[in-house]
């Protein structure tokens, strides 16, 4: 495994920058997605908009550095920000330098790996490896409870966001002290892209519509019901 992404990590940094040459700074992309849908930072922040589209007005703003999770906070890394107007070509190029970055936290994983099990050993959080379960009654004991009931989780609420690859993701849970959650609530970053297109592409041709979904990534399945 260690093996395979080292290869990548070495070939996909080289891809990138011919990707980068031979499409991103082709004349006739820029002249297409440069000025389409563009919007400032009052008008992202007024539509929710998360994720590169946001940063791409030039608010440096991500999750994982404002409130670092799952070991952020031990990576080297950085977050590209626009230079005030968030258009089809910026959002484009942010994702790009995402992706560089993206690459450079997966190296910074690949050499600090430590030795070991890549599972924790506690029942309540992380099923036990096959085999022991073929091995010891006690752990298939655990791992029945787990798959069909869980973790009895403390009756309260509990809020988390997420940095993911189209923008924030946030999930709010409740709690009533059983083994499954009361309500739970996931917002993703979808909906409140697609509100934005009534006013990001007014006056512009129908095409523009095509580029402008493109640069917002979003996924139908995702969008909030």
Not at 11 to 22: F, I, N, Q, T, V
Request: hydrophobic content about 35%; proline content about 6%.
């Amino acid at each position: 495994w260690d093996r395979l992404l080292r290869e990548f990590l070495e070939w996909m940094p080289k891809r990138l920058d011919s990707y980068e040459k031979a499409a991103l700074r082709n004349t006739i992309l820029k002249g297409r997605s440069q000025g389409v849908a563009a919007y400032g930072a009052k008008e992202a922040l007024e539509w929710g908009t998360t994720g590169a589209g946001l940063r791409a007005t030039g608010i440096d703003f991500d999750v994982r550095k404002w409130r670092p999770y799952s070991g952020y906070e031990n990576f080297d890394f950085e977050v590209p920000v626009g230079g005030g107007v968030s258009d089809c070509y910026t959002r484009v190029m942010l994702k790009v330098e995402e992706l560089r970055q993206s690459l450079r936290i997966l190296q910074q994983c690949l050499d600090n790996m430590p030795e070991g099990p890549f599972k924790a050993d506690h029942p309540l959080t992380t099923p036990p490896p096959k085999e022991r379960t073929l091995q010891h009654i006690e752990t298939l004991i655990t791992h029945f409870l787990q798959v069909s009931w869980g973790p009895v989780m403390p009756a309260q609420e509990s809020f988390q966001m997420v940095e993911a690859t189209k923008g924030i993701n946030s999930y709010y849970l409740t709690s009533d002290g059983s083994t499954m959650s009361y309500r739970t609530r996931v917002r993703t970053p979808s909906f409140a892209h697609l509100q934005q297109i009534p006013s990001a592409i007014r006056g512009s041709l129908v095409s523009d519509l095509i580029v402008y979904l493109g640069s917002i990534d979003f996924v139908m399945s995702d969008v909030d019901r």
